[in-house]
């Protein structure tokens, strides 16, 4: 029989063994040789820290009384580490660039580093927690009195002990050995090397001596799985799930998929203590198959104790009473070892992961608020400030736990007393999703609905669990506050006829989601929640190095290495300040520290005590110029106004340009008109001075010389006149055409009939042929061709290109062929004759004005032309919109062409632009 | 080396995607109505079958775990850190999440 001294004297012993190992290996990662402490598998098997008393005792009890329902809680963690990918690595990469040191620190962190945030959350983690530490003594005090009960209470000093007694020792022992192993130090990211190593050696215990059991029940006592089954069937026990599996499984699956997160001691271990993403990859199939291991014997153990165990011992302690019955002390011990280090683990971690939340989000705020001088605080070392803190709130917890224990009493079994703190724990996951996922959840969206959620928890599910002791609450669960029934808290809004733990997940979650999302849809984000949001949201889209730079400003190096000291202790600051090239002692740059070393600075010292406390810490000393979010958009708006403004500006020089271009083009021809101007003058010059050099000169001779005979005289004479015949013709033709050039006032198109004014032109150069003996053909005509034209001044037209053709032929047989058709659209004539033709170099201006097709020498023949006929000729038929051109004739010699638009083709736009 | 933060943030993004979908049917296998299939009063080797059932979703589970570690891209000490790499150009493992 085992004696209940030396069962709590093995205890003790085991604690003190723990104390080794953990010593040990705290020196060994000192010393840089953490080795196997830091393996993966080890990380795995701290993460099973997740599996307490209430896995070990409690899950054989669940399993006695509901079934499978107990599986559900491992199930959930399953499903949650399987996809370690999607949000435990996140958290990891999220915590480990951020220094991230609990839930509080997290969610202030990502919310802007809001101080009240931290401590609402910090708050709630503390009243969750406290009822599954008091769940921890239960286990721990039930499992002594089970070893007592089943020895009687002969011998030994220790077990006249009643339970409250017990406990509180328990309380007190674990107390003293947290505090010695969480609080050596401040460590810079939170990570307790020693704890670890002993929390992964207590993991391996409880798994070991949980199996041993199984074994020993299954196959030792029960002959197989199958006969334990058998047994049960014949003593009259239901193997099978009552009923279906319904909402009560599916709020503890959604309830145990949140705790393995959101727990407090989980996140400290699964996420800060973490030093290497990729022990994640292990933990990922390990810690399901350490859940699986854990629960295969779960079954069975309650099932062969229903049958065999007296029906009203207590289920929960079967895993110690069935060894003990058999007779087996050995095995017992080690079962009880077992559950005392499942217990003992969730202790330690929950209450230095809880301590760590109080001393930054609590204690540090409110210390920082009441020292605004931090100079003036002289020997208060905040590092020695938070180790006191860590203490008191280690030894705050554990009596808290003891509290809630001794008031809730004997109030059953242990599962329900986990879940409570389970459903009080999930009410950080929609900020804590909306944290990583939801970029635009804001600091007022999370506390509210955090706040709200956990009041709704407060009332449907803490409350309830004083049911038993409290009349009052009692009374108030049956009648609601004030006798208003709908508020009954497992009953809200008349939800009735649902479990309780549902009714409470509904509308816990339901409450805190829905706040959520709505405060954060009508509120804003600060600018430093925006900032902060970026980070944890693209955690992975981050380019590395691109930490954003909130703080800047002047801080000397004085100061900043006082606070460090402060915080991290004289040794790691130093480090830090010589790793960075910042001097520490004596000289202060003269421009300051730069924002990239405050920026580090702050982030190693949210290691120690949260990022909303560093914040606030390092706010103080840098001289407070941080840029806003506001001032780096508005710096942003006047560089895009700049932007669009050179914008403008280069349009506009595009615009100048072509302008510059266009002006360019019309000055060059100007100065084309200007020369053509300057050429028409020396020509007119020139074809007026060779007249009047000749009367001039034969005038004078007449005048001088008085014995010229009559007929030199008479000769003189007529070439004075004829001199003056041609000066008068050419003025006549300068005028006509400056008046043609510049617009006759008088002219007027009316409807003609061309052909008519062509026979007539015909008729007027007959004397002219005749005196040349020119032959005029009239060749093929049209009938008739109405046009649109000025008669007289079509007439010239033909008549000045007629009598070109005769004048000019001097051919053999001379003559001039005159054809006229009509298209469609246009009347056409064509005057082509059989003389030398037009030189192909003056083709192309022959009909510019003073050109000649014939060489100077002509000029003095009175019936040489001066050059401008063909010009007035060309200017008038496009007055008249048609076309004077070249052609290659069926003769020889020049063959020119007159293309008039017959009349109503052209006459709605000829007298638009008449009238115009 | 040009192609490998390309290579590596498309296997995030499949692994990403494979661990949501393992997820999801876990999820589903272990939730009504399909768990109720197998709520049947029924037993095999004298053992009941919503146990061997849940049981064996459970193995499922953990063989997809170890096949999805076995598969992710690792990461590499610098992304872990987040600050001052040995390259300004790392890969920024590109993920949804």
């Not at chain 1, 108030?476 to 997940?505: K, N, T, Y």
């Not at chain 1, 004289?570 to 924002?595: I, M, Y």
């Not at chain 2, 009504?32 to 979703?57: A, C, M």
Request: contains cysteine; aromatic residues 8%.
């Amino acid at each position: 029989m085992l004696s209940p001294d030396f069962v709590i004297l093995t205890a003790i012993a085991y604690v003190g063994f723990l104390f080794i190992l953990a010593y040990v290996s705290d020196a060994r990662a000192k010393r840089g040789k953490s080795g196997i402490f830091r393996s993966p598998f080890v990380y795995t098997l701290s993460i099973s820290v997740y599996c307490t008393s209430w896995t070990f005792y409690g899950a054989v009890g669940t399993a006695a009384r509901d079934g499978l329902e107990f599986l559900a809680i491992y199930l959930g963690p399953t499903l949650v580490f399987v996809g370690w990918w999607l949000i435990l690595r996140k958290l990891v990469r999220i915590s480990h660039s951020q220094r991230i040191t609990s839930v509080a620190d997290l969610l202030s962190s990502r919310f802007g580093k809001s101080s009240r945030l931290a401590v609402l959350v910090t708050l709630i983690a503390v009243v969750s927690v406290t009822p599954y530490i008091a769940l921890q003594l239960k286990a721990i005090t039930s499992s002594i009195q089970a070893v007592s009960s089943a020895t009687g209470s002969s011998g030994g000093t220790l077990v006249g002990l009643d339970d409250v007694r017990l406990a509180f020792g328990i309380a007190t022992v674990m107390a003293i050995f947290t505090i010695l192993f969480g609080t050596r130090n401040v460590d810079a990211r939170e990570q307790h090397h020693g704890v670890v190593a002993a929390i992964a050696f207590e993991a391996a215990v409880k798994l070991v001596a949980f199996i041993a059991v199984g074994i020993f029940v299954v196959y030792g006592l029960g002959g197989g799985f199958e006969k334990v089954y058998a047994r049960a069937l014949e003593a009259g026990i239901d193997i099978h799930e009552k009923g279906d599996f319904g909402t009560r499984w599916v709020a503890v699956l959604v309830l145990s998929s949140a705790a393995v997160i959101c727990l407090p001691r989980q996140f400290q271990i699964t996420i800060v203590e973490n030093s290497d993403e990729n022990h994640l990859r292990t933990a990922g199939w390990a810690f399901p198959t350490y859940l699986f291991l854990m629960s295969v014997f779960t079954l069975p153990i309650a099932l062969y104790g229903l049958a065999t165990r007296p029906a009203d011992s207590n289920p929960d302690m079967f895993i110690l009473a069935l060894p003990m019955s058999a007779g087996n002390d050995a095995l017992a011990l080690f079962a009880f070892i077992g559950g005392f280090s499942s217990a003992t683990s969730m202790i330690i971690v929950a209450s230095i992961a809880l301590s760590i939340m109080v001393s930054n989000h609590v204690v540090m705020p409110i210390a920082l608020r009441r020292s605004n001088n931090l100079e003036a605080t002289g020997d208060r070392d905040i590092a020695q400030l938070l180790l006191r803190s860590r203490r008191i709130s280690i030894a705050g917890m554990l009596f808290l736990g003891f509290v809630y224990f001794w008031l809730t009493g004997d109030s059953g079994a242990l599962a329900p007393i986990g879940l409570i703190s389970f459903a009080g724990v999930a009410q950080f996951l929609p900020s804590m999703l909306a944290a990583l996922y939801w970029r635009h959840a804001t600091v007022h969206g999370a506390i509210s609905g955090t706040l709200v959620g956990f009041i709704t928890w407060a009332w449907t599910t803490f409350l309830p669990s004083f049911q038993s002791t409290s009349p009052a609450i009692a009374t108030l669960m049956a009648e609601g506050p004030w006798g208003i029934s709908i508020l009954r808290p497992q009953a809200l809004f008349g939800m009735e006829g649902f479990d309780p733990l549902v009714h409470s997940v509904f509308w816990t979650l339901l409450f805190n989601a829905g706040t959520l999302v709505c405060v954060s849809l009508a509120t804003s984000q600060s600018a430093l929640e925006r900032i902060q949001a970026t980070l944890f949201v693209d955690i992975f889209r981050r380019h590395p190095g691109s930490q954003p730079q909130i703080l800047r400003g002047s801080a000397t190096t004085d100061e900043l290495f006082f606070v460090a000291e402060r915080v991290l202790g004289w040794q790691r600051a130093k480090e830090l300040f010589e790793t960075s090239d910042v001097p520490h002692r004596g000289a202060s740059l003269p421009f300051g520290v730069s924002s990239a070393f405050i920026t580090k600075l702050e982030r190693e010292m949210a290691g120690s005590i949260g990022a909303a406390s560093a914040h606030v810490l390092l706010s103080k000393v840098v001289a407070g110029d941080s840029v806003s979010l506001e001032e780096m958009m508005r710096i942003a708006d006047e560089t895009q106004q700049v932007i669009e403004y050179s914008h403008e500006l280069e349009q506009k020089s595009i615009e100048l340009r072509s302008t510059a271009q266009q002006l360019r083009e019309a000055n060059s021809l100007l100065q084309e008109l200007h020369r053509q101007k300057d050429d028409f003058l020396s020509q007119v010059s020139h074809e007026v001075r060779t007249p009047m050099t000749s009367i001039r000169s034969f005038s004078e001779i007449l005048l001088m010389d008085e014995d010229l005979n009559a007929d030199q005289r008479q000769r003189f004479v007529s070439i004075i006149h004829q001199e003056s015949v041609r000066l008068t013709k050419l003025l006549d033709e300068i005028l006509d055409l400056s008046a043609l050039e510049h617009g006759e006032s008088d002219w007027e198109n009316t409807s003609v009939d061309a052909e008519q004014v062509l026979d007539r032109a015909i008729a007027v150069c007959e004397a002219l042929a005749r005196q040349k003996s020119v032959t005029v053909e009239s060749r093929s005509r049209a009938r008739a061709g109405r046009v649109y034209a000025n008669a007289d001044r079509l007439s010239q037209v033909f008549i000045n290109i007629i009598a070109n053709a005769i004048s000019h032929n001097n051919a053999e047989d001379p003559k001039v062929q005159i054809t006229s058709w009509t298209t469609a659209e246009t009347y056409v004539v064509e005057i082509c004759d059989n003389g030398p033709g037009i030189p192909k170099e003056y083709r192309r201006k022959i009909f510019d004005k003073f050109v000649r097709a014939s060489p100077a020498a002509d000029v003095s023949t009175p019936t040489s032309g001066l050059g401008l006929g063909l010009n007035i000729s060309y200017t008038i038929v496009k007055k008249m919109n048609g076309a004077l051109e070249l052609v290659d004739g069926h003769l020889p010699g020049a063959c020119f062409r007159i293309v008039l638009p017959l009349e109503g083709v052209g006459v709605k736009a000829e007298r638009a632009r008449v009238s115009g | 080396m040009a192609k490998r933060p390309f290579v590596k943030e498309e296997d995030a993004r499949k692994a990403a995607e494979a661990v949501f979908f393992a997820q999801i049917c876990g999820a589903l296998l272990l939730l009504p109505p399909i768990i109720n299939l197998f709520n049947k009063r029924l037993s095999l080797f004298g053992v009941p079958l919503e146990v061997l059932y849940l049981f064996l979703v459970w193995i499922v589970l953990i063989a997809s775990a170890v096949v999805i570690s076995a598969s992710v891209p690792r990461a590499s000490a610098d992304e872990q850190l987040g600050e001052e790499p040995a390259q300004p150009t790392n890969e920024s493992g590109k993920e949804g999440g």
